[in-house]
Structures are given as structure tokens and as C-alpha cells.
């Protein structure tokens, strides 16, 4: 977006191949065939002749075969650095001696200091890579600082952690899973008695992501370990049919990015290390939360220590905290408000916190926090209809740059009574509703249930064109309806109960032939959001990503927001089917991007430059975005749970009034 508690099984047989004179040769590991002919996690390792660094380090958790990428930056790898009276050395700079040895272990001693010396032992295993740090000397009082470098390259794929924790300075603790997209998962731990510190430091203009960990003070002929295991995630609890799931579970850690500290820290752009985020150096946004607070709310503890919802509760907390004018409104990213979804976002992600954890103590601290933006939008009734309208027209030819949209498509000239922002926002109060029903709050219970019921009463009618037979997208303030025959707007509002099953039936029959007639039969990269081009006047000008020349929008058809298709709106789409009953054209959309996501097709790493990011393609699989990576794009694989009925009532109980 942006114009420009379940187990994880760690016992795995994974094929790991090195011999001595693949060590002696610098190249710890290469791929090789696993005999067994099941599936099974790989890493590869090199490391380098001349000074203590691993050269390559890239892993494969689910069959090996992608091992052989690197997932570190050529020129840096993995690296130690120790600060010697104040002065900073990485490993290139210090001297060093390099010892292969028995089962194809590397051991460098490094010349830290006068009298101080760093011993590091790399010892592959059968599942695991071990990292053994001592000292030898006594020259170590000289040393005031030791640390391993990652230098992850997130043009490979955004490299990120997902720790135990982050603490108030932007620094994290170990234990933390190593989340490299579409490769797999990594769970970094230690033998050191208290967890370890480290940072996770990046630039986007660079293309540069660095874990940095800080390695404890060592007495002589102390060790701390550091090991690597590979991790897989198992089925959430509400997901009964496991048939889908060993093509979904590496995929599912795609939607969790939290940031790298990267940017001016002064600037009010950016945010603090450990914000779920578009990708690791990239941007937070409020209207985005809810995306990956829904993924969370399937997906339990991943360790003992580490969960997903402290994540959605920190990025959370740091939106209500700093991100909240007086008057309610949110900032959506940047410094860009009049979004009408950077406010109901948050609502829903804060459902999904609180109804996954059962954390009242977190709810009673919040909650006039969230009625607060839940008022804003109601005061956005300005015709008193009970639809929410937005500040920004709707007009023709009304969004011009620097200005942004309603919503999260910013590059539409969506406004006014947005069929998209009101379908959430629907979601939103209900969810509240339900929040102030766990605290005992009956009377601010009955105003959001009663706001959310006269929105339903009045979203059919207004958005339901009889002449399609589908909902329009937008009617701006001028009268105009604005329909570019959306199967993801449709599909939003037949999930979320705003149109009856025995109506949304038709709906996406209508929505199905269309795509037919235009000839869309790419379901491996998902749906479009709209069938038709956007017309000029309908788009961000003068010159938005996407933005056609013509007036009738047919020149950049496919491109961005333009029709373009971005995987983790598809999941409308998808929910809409389970919930109307109709399963099976949805499925055959499901299994067709899961194929496709197995393959790692989604993203291309950390690209940031429009239109070279497959964060969205046009139809025909080219690029169309410009992240590149999106976090959002995973977020259709909730498919794979929403496809149970017992899931679906669970998630959408809130849109049903309580009693």
C-alpha cells in the first residue's frame, strides 16, 4: 500500500553435506540429494580463507532445493566485530588463523587484541548450526564490546526476527526466529545464562538489513553457544483439514515484518525498530494492521517464549500512543491522514488481540483510547445516513498529488460514501461492540452495535447497482457512482454479512462471468481488484504510480492500482465464497496461488523502485508494483483456515449482534 499457540516441530532430518576438503576449500556445504526421499530442511554454508566471516549462509526448511541462495550480502556476510579502547574493528581488519576440522567444523582464532584472543567454532550438525565463542589471554580488559554481524541482503528475500522481546530502546532478546521469507524459519538461540541483546539495523536506500548480536563478556576459556535450528510451524487449532497446510506454513510467517531501525529517527516518517510493517525497511501503516492482526489470530505462540500477538500489542500500542491526533483521526503512514480505514484498522486489530490473549488488563488500559478513534469515524456521519463519508470528494479528477485517498487504495480517487471503508469500518464498531461487552460497558456496548446496524441498513442499498447486479465501488459527494466491477470490494462486503448469502451467491456468479468476458484466467496470481481500467479522473494525478494517460484508463490497465493484482486482497474474494456457500471456484483460486507461493512468487525481495516489485503483476505476471516485497500479499493464505465453518464463526462472531 502506499502510492509510489500452535507447536512447531524442530526435530527435523535435514541434509546438511560438507567434507573436509570442501572446508579446506572454503565452501562449508553444498546441496546435495537427500537419500531418505523425504522432504527436508538444508542449509548451505561457505566460509571464507582469509578472515573470520561465513561468505554464504542460505537455508531451505522445506525440501533444500533454494539453499543454494545466499541470504547474505556478498560483501559482508557473517562477521565479527569487536570494539578495542573505543575504536571499532570488523573481522576483515584483524588477523586471524582458520582450522578445519572433524565433521566439517571451521575454527578461527582471531587477534582481538594484544593478549586477547577470539576463538569462533562453526560446527554444522544434522539439523542445527553451532556457534562456539571463548577467549584465550588476558588482555581483555582493552575489549569493551564484541558482536556477531548478520549482514542479510534483503534483496534475496527482507530478512527479519521475530524475538522474545523488543525492549524501549529498539533493541530485541534472544531467543528470536530468523524469518527469511519464502527460505524459511531459523530459531536463533543461546547457551548464555540470560538472554542475549542484539539489534536489527537496515537501509532501505542501501538495501541492507543487519541482526547484530552482542556477544557477552567472556572470562578465558569461557564458551557462550549460539545455535541455528530450522522450525515449521504447525497447523493453527482451528484448521481440522491439514490437506493445504505444508504449502501454507512457511508462507504464513510471510505476513509478520517487523522494521529494522532504518531512516532518521528525527524524521516523522519513521517509526521505531519492531513495527509490523510493509517489510523490514520499510513502511508501517495503520490502515495495514488489522492484515496482519488477523493472521496473528490464527497463528498461537510459535515458542514458549515467542508470539506473534506481542507484536500486533507493541505496533499497536505505539499507533494509539503516538499516532492519534486529539481529535480521534489517525495517521495512516507518514504524515498522511483523511484515511477512514487508518482508524477502523486498529479497532480490529485490537479484537483480535484481545479476544486471542484474553488480556483485559491491556483492554481496560485502552479502550477509551479506541472509542476515541471509533467516535472520530461516527462524527464522519456528516449526513446523519449512518454510512461514514470522507473528507475527500470522490469527485472526477479531484485527487491530485500530494494528496491520497480514503483508504488504503490511495492511488484511487476513491471518497465521499467509499463502498471499501465503510465495509470495515461496519467491522470495526462491531468489534468494538464486543470489546466494551468483555468489559461490562452495556451502554457504549449498545452505541457501536447501534451504529454498525445502521450502516447495514443503509451500505445495500446505497452501493447495490441493479443494472450489473453488483456493488459499486464509490459514490462521490457530486452524485456520480464510481464501478469498476470489483471482485475484492464485492467480496469484502459478502464476508463480512453486508449483503445476505442467497445475494452474494449472484454477486460472484455475476463478478466470475465478468472475468470470463475480459478474458482474466491467471488464478495463480489471484484476481484483480477491478475488471475494467480506471479511468483518468479516477486515479491519482498527475502522475501516481499506475496513473494512465488516456482518459479512459486502457494505456496502464494491469498496472498498480489500475487493475493491477496484489495477492492479499484475493482473500476477500476467497471468504466470500466460504461464507455464501459456494466453495469450489474459490478453492480452485486457492490451490492455483499456493502453487505459485510454494515457488516463492509472490515478492522478489526489497525493490522499492515502481513498476519493478512483484508485490503486485499485471495479467500477466509482470511487475507492477515497486516494494517489491509486501507483507500484505501473504495474508490470502487465512484462505486455508476461513475454508472451515467452525473458523469462520469463531472469526466473524463480532458481525453478528451479541446479546
Known amino acids: 500500500m502506499k502510492t509510489f499457540a500452535a507447536s512447531i516441530i524442530l526435530a527435523f532430518t535435514a541434509t546438511w553435506w560438507s567434507t573436509s576438503a570442501e572446508a579446506d576449500s572454503g565452501a562449508g556445504s553444498k546441496a546435495a540429494t537427500n537419500t531418505s526421499g523425504r522432504k527436508a530442511p538444508m542449509l548451505h554454508l561457505q566460509t571464507d580463507l582469509s578472515s573470520a566471516r561465513i561468505l554464504h549462509l542460505g537455508w531451505d526448511t522445506e525440501n533444500g532445493v533454494r539453499a543454494a541462495t545466499n541470504l547474505l550480502r556478498a560483501d559482508t556476510g557473517v562477521s565479527l566485530r569487536v570494539e578495542v579502547n573505543g575504536k571499532s574493528h570488523t573481522a576483515t581488519e584483524l588477523v586471524s588463523a582458520r582450522q578445519s576440522g572433524r565433521g566439517g567444523s571451521v575454527t578461527y582464532r582471531v587477534n582481538a587484541a594484544p593478549g586477547a584472543t577470539l576463538v569462533w567454532k562453526l560446527q554444522p550438525g544434522l539439523d542445527e548450526l553451532e556457534m562456539d565463542y571463548s577467549s584465550d589471554g588476558d588482555g581483555w580488559t582493552s575489549i569493551t564490546k564484541a558482536e556477531l554481524v548478520f549482514a542479510f541482503d534483503p534483496k534475496a528475500t527482507p530478512t527479519t526476527v521475530l524475538p522474545q522481546a523488543w525492549e524501549a530502546d529498539g ?74 497446510w505444508s504449502s501454507t506454513r512457511r508462507g504464513w510467517f510471510g505476513a509478520f515484518q517487523p522494521t529494522a531501525r532504518w531512516g532518521d529517527p528525527g524524521n516523522p516518517f519513521s517509526a521505531p525498530p519492531g513495527m509490523l510493517a510493509n517489510n523490514v525497511i520499510s513502511d508501517p501503516a495503520s490502515c495495514s494492521l488489522w492484515f496482519y492482526a488477523d493472521q496473528a489470530f490464527w497463528t498461537p505462540n510459535l515458542t514458549r517464549e515467542i508470539s506473534t500477538m506481542n507484536l500486533v500489542r507493541r505496533t499497536l500500542d505505539w499507533w494509539l500512543e503516538n499516532k492519534t491526533l486529539p481529535s480521534g483521526e489517525m495517521i495512516c503512514y507518514w504524515d498522511k491522514t483523511k484515511f477512514l480505514d487508518a482508524n477502523a484498522g486498529p479497532i ?36 446523519g445516513d449512518g454510512l461514514v463519508e470522507a473528507v475527500q470528494s470522490g469527485n472526477a479528477g479531484t485527487l491530485v498529488e500530494p494528496g491520497r485517498s480514503c483508504a488504503w487504495w490511495d492511488a484511487l480517487n476513491c471518497g465521499h460514501k467509499d463502498a471499501y471503508s465503510n465495509a470495515l469500518i461496519y467491522r470495526a464498531w462491531r468489534c468494538l461492540a464486543d470489546l466494551e461487552r468483555k468489559m461490562h460497558r452495556g451502554v457504549q456496548q449498545q452505541r457501536y452495535t447501534d451504529l454498525a446496524t445502521r450502516l447495514k441498513s443503509r451500505y445495500f442499498q446505497t452501493f447495490f447497482d441493479p443494472k450489473t447486479g453488483w456493488l459499486i465501488w464509490w459514490k462521490s459527494a457530486d452524485g456520480e457512482t464510481h464501478d469498476y466491477a470489483s471482485p475484492i470490494l464485492n ?45 483518468r479522473a479516477d486515479y491519482l494525478l498527475p502522475g501516481g504510480a499506475g496513473a494512465p494517460t488516456r482518459e479512459d484508463g486502457t494505456d496502464t490497465f494491469g498496472y498498480y492500482m489500475n487493475g493491477g493484482i496484489t495477492a492479499g486482497q484475493v482473500l476477500h474474494f476467497l471468504a466470500a465464497h466460504y461464507v455464501a456457500g459456494d466453495p469450489t471456484p474459490a478453492d480452485e483460486i486457492l490451490r492455483a496461488m499456493l502453487s505459485r507461493q510454494v515457488q516463492g512468487g509472490f515478492q522478489n525481495g526489497a525493490v522499492n523502485e ?14 507492477a508494483g515497486y516494494e517489491g516485497y509486501l507483507s500484505d500479499s501473504f495474508r490470502f493464505l487465512q484462505a486455508v483456515v476461513l475454508r472451515e465453518p467452525a473458523a469462520r464463526a469463531r472469526f466473524y462472531r463480532p458481525l453478528q449482534p451479541q446479546p
Not at 479484537?351 to 488488563?361: K, P, Q, R, S
Not at 516489485?613 to 509482470?622: L, Q
Request: aromatic share 6%; hydrophobic share 40%.
Open 610 to 623: 515502481y513498476p519493478k516489485g512483484i508485490d503486485w503483476t499485471t495479467w500477466d505476471g509482470k511487475p
Open 348 to 383: 480490529i486489530a485490537a479484537w483480535d488481540y484481545a479476544e486471542t490473549t484474553g488480556d483485559l488488563a491491556w483492554l481496560k488500559h485502552r479502550i477509551e483510547r479506541l472509542e476515541l478513534i471509533a467516535d472520530y469515524l461516527a462524527h464522519r456521519d456528516v449526513d
Open 171 to 244: 533493541s530485541l532478546r534472544l531467543p528470536a526466529i530468523v524469518s527469511a521469507p519464502d527460505f524459511g524459519q531459523m530459531l536463533l538461540t543461546t547457551s548464555h545464562r540470560s538472554p542475549l541483546k542484539a539489534r536489527l539495523e537496515g537501509s532501505r536506500a542501501h538495501h541492507a538489513v543487519d541482526l547484530i548480536v552482542e556477544l557477552p563478556q567472556l572470562r578465558p576459556r569461557q564458551t557462550c553457544r549460539l545455535t541455528l535450528k530450522p522450525l515449521r510451524l504447525d497447523r493453527p487449532h482451528d484448521l481440522h483439514q491439514n490437506e493445504l
Open 491 to 535: 467480496g469484502l462486503a459478502i464476508e463480512y454479512g453486508l449483503v445476505d448469502p442467497n445475494t452474494g451467491r449472484e454477486i460472484l456468479r455475476r463478478i466470475r462471468r465478468k472475468m470470463a468476458e475480459v478474458g482474466f484466467k491467471r488464478f495463480d496470481l489471484g484476481v484483480p481488484p477491478m475488471l475494467v481500467p480506471v479511468r
